[in-house]
Structures are given as C-alpha cells and as structure tokens.
C-alpha cells in the first residue's frame, strides 16, 4: 500500500510544479544586482504591517486599502532598475505565457506614453481570486507583483466603490450596455 501512495505522488507531484511556471521565471530571470530588487513576504507578516499601518494612517482611503491586506496570504516582489535588463525583457511575452499557460485572465491594462500596467487574476470558479499579478513597467524601472490571495470579487467592487464614492468619481456606463463595470469585475 505504501508503494503505490508513494507512485501515486511521484505521478502527482510534476502537475503541481507547473503552477505559475511564467511567473517563477519571470522572477528568476533577474540577477541580484544593485539595481535589482526581490523579496518575498509570508501572510502573517503583511496582516502584521496592514494592522500596524491601518492605526497610524491619517487617511481613509490608504486605511481602506490597508484592510485589503488581510486577504494576502503571500506575496512575491521584484523591483528593476537596470534599463539595460529591462530591455532584454518581453513583458508582452510574459503576460501571453501567464495567461495561457497559467490560466490567468486580464483583469486590467492601462497603457500611456511611457507606462504599461496590467492586472491579472487567476480566479476560482468566478468568486475568489485565489492568485493576483501586477505588472507595470516603465522606461527606466520594471516593477512584478505576485500574490496569493484569499479576495472575493465582491471584497474588490466593495473597495473600488468606495474609493470611488469617497473621490467622488462617477462612471457613466455607454448608452449601449447595460453595466459595463459587471464585465470587469464579475458580482459573488
């Protein structure tokens, strides 16, 4: 019986390492440089900080985004300085990789003369994203944020909205769709 409990992990094992393969090499495809930054931080840390934070920040918005911390369970971070680096890098690539080999879905892409940020998720079921990815690159720095997390989608709307009721932005959805908002960030 231990022999085969032991194959059947042997067999197992290789599916689970292919989890977020992109986004590891990604991360390790930089050098620790000094102008190369990487670090990743525990759950029990972060809630730890965001608790810290939430008592000693004056405003509500940055005290409503550290409440958010509490569905982090994990946090990967890599900071790039070094445009020669970042030139060698297809960001574009990357974020194709994550999405069809990790199964990530483009939540948000911002792009401007000199930055390109996107968001992605990876959600369970359509309710929880159980893994988030924040990439923003811009001339002269790269930065990747990669986090597991235990967020509802209803946890973000209720946050955007109140950001967004609390800055007084409005969102006028075109004339021809009912609720443009609902198709960025489907209702739990």
Avoid: C, W
């Amino acid at each position: 019986m231990r022999t085969i409990s032991i194959l059947l992990l042997m067999a197992i094992l290789p599916f689970g390492l292919q989890a977020q393969r992109s986004v590891k090499n990604f991360y390790n495809q930089f050098s620790r440089g000094e102008e190369t930054v990487k670090f990743k931080l525990p759950g029990f840390l972060i809630h730890m900080g965001g608790g810290i934070a939430r008592k000693h920040i004056d405003d509500e918005n940055g005290r409503l985004a550290m409440e958010m911390t509490k569905y982090i369970k994990n946090i990967r971070i890599l900071v790039v300085e070094d445009e020669d680096q970042i030139e060698r890098v297809d960001t574009r690539q990357f974020l194709q990789d994550a999405i069809q080999k990790d199964n990530f879905e483009e939540l948000i892409t911002v792009r401007d003369e000199e930055t390109n940020m996107s968001i992605l998720v990876k959600d369970r079921k359509g309710k929880k994203i159980t893994n988030m990815l924040i990439l923003v690159q811009e001339s002269s720095e790269l930065v990747m944020l990669s986090m597991k997390t235990n967020l509802k989608y209803k946890h973000l709307e209720l946050f955007i909205r109140e950001i967004m009721k609390r800055e007084k932005i409005k969102i006028e959805p075109p004339k021809d769709a009912e609720d443009k908002i609902e198709m960025v960030i489907p209702r739990a």
